[in-house]
């Protein structure tokens, strides 16, 4: 009798065993793939249920999927700001007794006050600039003069990356990697030129809040920067402030 307990005991033991190797075995597979998976090359095209590849549209990947180039990301934009007279300035209209001050006169390069800035998620360019018409003229209202042009050349740079960023909701990994070290690069150099404050760091916080104003926008982001999880590099970004 105490031979059979003891044999039964050692039974459920070796099937518990085997039991927890079974589990570690599954476990470890499935890493294996889901590992395999995060490494697969992010030049495969996605696909729709049908089969049938994305075309090439807003909501396609960049060129099928294939890495993008930094010169095929800005082939369209044009130079954000063509002249160094003041965004912005007060005009006075003489009257008989008295001047009337017209404020917010803006400069020739200024894009006008777009009607609807919001109708899509990557805004109204109306000057083709690759900054958003509305975001042009926050940053050229909080520096209007112009011998502030070189603070606000970064601050047009940064905001083209966060435009360019959401522009397309599949971006390849690659490509949102170099964006991304684009609007560091742009981010460094207002800092730089602006001062390594608390100011300075409270003017991009401010810039990123207003240009994703929406929901649309601010999910665009969330999704795209989602890719950049688990990315750890120690490169040497080289930034260059002119």
Request: charged fraction near 25%.
């Amino acid at each position: 009798m105490y031979n059979q307990l003891r044999f039964r005991n050692i039974k459920i033991k070796l099937c518990k065993l085997l039991g927890f190797i079974v589990v570690l075995s599954t476990s470890t597979l499935l890493l294996a793939q889901s590992q395999v998976r995060m490494h697969l090359p992010d030049n495969l095209p996605l696909k729709k249920t049908d089969n049938t590849y994305l075309d090439s549209n807003s909501d396609s990947p960049d060129n099928t999927g294939q890495r993008a180039r930094i010169s095929s990301l800005t082939r369209q934009c044009k130079a954000v700001e063509t002249g160094n007279t003041a965004a912005f300035k007060t005009v006075l209209i003489p009257q008989k007794y008295y001047a009337i001050p017209i404020i917010n006169v803006h400069a020739d390069w200024m894009p006008p006050e777009p009607s609807n800035p919001d109708s899509t998620i990557v805004g109204i360019d109306s000057d083709g600039d690759c900054v958003r018409d509305d975001i042009e003229r926050y940053i050229g209202k909080l520096f209007r003069d112009k011998d502030q042009q070189r603070k606000r050349k970064y601050l047009f740079e940064y905001a083209k990356w966060l435009g360019i960023f959401i522009k397309i909701r599949h971006w390849s990994i690659e490509t949102t990697r170099t964006i991304y070290r684009n609007l560091y690069k742009a981010a460094e150099c207002v800092r730089r030129i602006h001062g390594d404050r608390k100011e300075t760091r409270a003017l991009l916080d401010n810039l990123f809040a207003e240009f994703h104003n929406t929901h649309n926008r601010s999910v665009r982001y969330i999704r795209n920067n989602a890719k950049l999880g688990g990315w750890v590099t120690r490169e040497n970004i080289p930034v260059s402030c002119r």
